[in-house]
Nanobody, 125 residues
């Protein structure tokens, strides 16, 4: 089992930055892919970014490319999402997720076995 706990959400004005954290525990993550998803009211859960825990390779959704950066701290077992130039359309509940490495599409939320409880991000215009 992997336990995930997000933090760092809040209210931020458009154009501002915010950093989310996802603390992991319960199992070594060396064979895992970790990702951020988000879900706005009335919309499907949307892939944001992913990182291979050991190799460090990353993949970003087009909607956040150039604005958001995913990273991880191996020693702290924590993943981060640095969000810059935030827009009102970035408003959503942000979730971190984990799955054992597989070649299936990492943008598919139903391929992830472990989820955090979510943290609300609200961007005011």
């Amino acid at each position: 089992q992997v336990q995930l706990v997000e933090s760092g959400g809040g209210l931020v004005p458009a154009g501002g930055p915010l950093r989310l954290s996802c603390a992991a525990s319960g199992r070594t993550l060396s064979a895992y892919t970790m990702s951020w998803f988000r879900q706005a009211p009335g919309k499907e859960r949307e892939f944001v970014a992913a990182i291979r825990w050991t190799a460090g390779g990353t993949y970003d959704a087009d909607s956040v490319k150039g604005r958001f950066t995913i990273s991880r701290d191996n020693a702290k077992y924590t993943m981060y999402l640095q969000m810059n130039s935030l827009k009102p359309e970035d408003t959503a509940v942000y979730y971190c997720a984990a799955r054992v490495y597989t070649t299936s599409d990492l943008r598919s939320y139903n391929t992830y076995a472990y989820w955090g409880q979510g943290t609300q991000v609200t961007v005011s215009s």
